[in-house]
């Protein structure tokens, strides 16, 4: 009798099953946090895309050199593209960035961005 009442009491023990629905969580927090990081460096690369956008756009307006400006206003390790346009009215400044994927087999992702200015004559 003794030995029925032990192992009844055993399979009803539940020991260590938060552990493994902790396991069976794991993979999905993780890919959440890294969409929320990805997420992240999107929003980085669009504001660093305007404000090198803005800054060329200036800069080319007043008869400067818009790329270069637009390449120092944005972050090096996004590898921007500038591209003034000087009108006669108008200067239009387009950049383009690459933000790195941090999800596997997802990204990079490219962001463009303009800015207009008056010319100044």
């Known amino acids: 009798m003794r030995p029925l009442r032990w192992l009844r009491r055993r399979l009803r023990d539940d020991r260590g099953v938060s552990m493994l629905e902790f396991a069976g969580f794991l993979p999905i927090l993780l890919v959440i946090g890294m969409a929320a990081i990805q997420l992240g ?10 404000t090198g956008a803005r800054a060329a756009a200036r800069v080319a307006s007043q008869g400067g050199d818009g790329s270069a400006a637009g390449q120092a206003a944005v972050s090096g390790w ?9 009108g006669a009215d108008l200067t239009t400044a387009t950049v383009t960035v690459s933000v790195p994927g941090v ?3 997802f990204g990079p992702y490219t962001v463009t961005r303009h800015a207009t200015m008056p010319t100044d004559n």
Request: aromatic share 4%; proline share 14%.
């Open 103 to 105: 999800i596997p087999l």
């Open 41 to 50: 460096l999107i929003g980085y690369g669009i504001n660093q895309a305007g």
């Open 78 to 86: 996004l590898k921007p593209s500038v591209k003034p346009d000087e």
